[in-house]
Nanobody, 121 residues
């Protein structure tokens, strides 16, 4: 059974830091492209950061470049999102995503249940 379990969310003051973790199980983690998305009420889910299978390449939304860092540990089947210099507009539910597209299995897309990050004084 595929599971993605996010943790590390919470309340933080503007300018503070948080580190999100997403523990994966039920699939071969190292074969999947991993991403973090976020969503606020009334808005579409948006891509925050993504990382390739071996971690050799990353991609970030313009709004978080220079402040957030995505990383992964394939040995622990875990992806992280280090968030620094947090702003109130970073407040959202953050979701972990695993994705791959193969000829044999087609498109595989898995989501966690999310963790709430609130940036407020």
């Amino acid at each position: 059974q595929v599971q993605l379990v996010e943790s590390g969310g919470g309340l933080v003051q503007p300018g503070g830091s948080l580190r999100l973790s997403c523990a994966a199980s039920g699939f071969t983690f190292s074969l999947y492209y991993m991403s973090w998305y976020r969503q606020t009420p009334g808005k579409e889910r948006e891509l925050v950061a993504a990382i390739t299978h071996a971690g050799g390449s990353t991609n970030y939304a313009d709004s978080v470049k220079g402040r957030f860092t995505i990383s992964r540990d394939n040995g622990k089947s875990t992806v992280y999102l280090q968030m620094n210099s947090l702003k109130p507009e970073d407040t959202a539910v953050y979701y972990c995503n695993a994705f791959r597209h193969t000829v044999v299995f087609g498109r595989e897309n898995y989501w966690g249940k999310g963790t709430l990050v609130t940036v407020s004084s």
